[in-house]
């Protein structure tokens, strides 16, 4: 993966993603392309103001860049600058409220995007009945058991990811989106007493 196509926040990027609309407007922009804030408001709801708002904010941050190769006079074309954005421990305890309000933006995201997928389940071929779950397991892990868990969940997507250059799409090929949340309730913390 080249340098662009991965972003690490930092405590002072986190300001600048650390909202629901603009996790939501990066992530409209990495799945469907350079768009306008006035599309864009379209999609979201929001008025054209607010979301060329949030873009300019994005693009002060290094999250979004303008796409040159679109537009005309007073249109502005707007394209995520990286492909992944990541949030390390170290710039999460440096900024503990800015990554709070980042990750519940995200599980936000996820949850709509689980609520979508309901809303068309019906509607999937036969073709993709045992190719969609929502599944939970209870493990118990050490912390490094669950750090070597994460890796080689990421491994086993990097072998499937859509999005690498070097991979042409199979036919009957489809988006598929896999969600992972490891989620480590630690006796004495926050949230120990959710049962699975």
Known sequence: MSANERVSLTASTLKGIAHPL?????????SDGPSTATRLAQRVGQSSGVTSYHLRQLALHGFV???????????RWWR???????LRAESARQAPGDAEAYLRAIAT??????????DGMAGLPREWDEGA???????????????GFIRELEALVDRYRADRPDAAAPAGAE?????????????GTAGDEVSS
């Open 109 to 118: 995201t996820y949850a709509d995007r689980v609520s979508a997928w309901l």
């Open 65 to 75: 860049e303008e796409d040159p190769e679109r537009g005309s006079g007073r249109e």
């Open 22 to 30: 603009r996790v939501r407007l990066l992530g409209l922009l990495r």
């Open 80 to 86: 995520a600058a990286h492909r992944v954005t990541e």
């Open 175 to 187: 988006r598929v989106i896999a969600q992972i949340q490891v989620l480590p309730f630690v006796a």
């Open 133 to 147: 779950t929502l599944s939970d397991w209870s493990l118990r892990l050490t912390a490094a058991e669950s750090a």
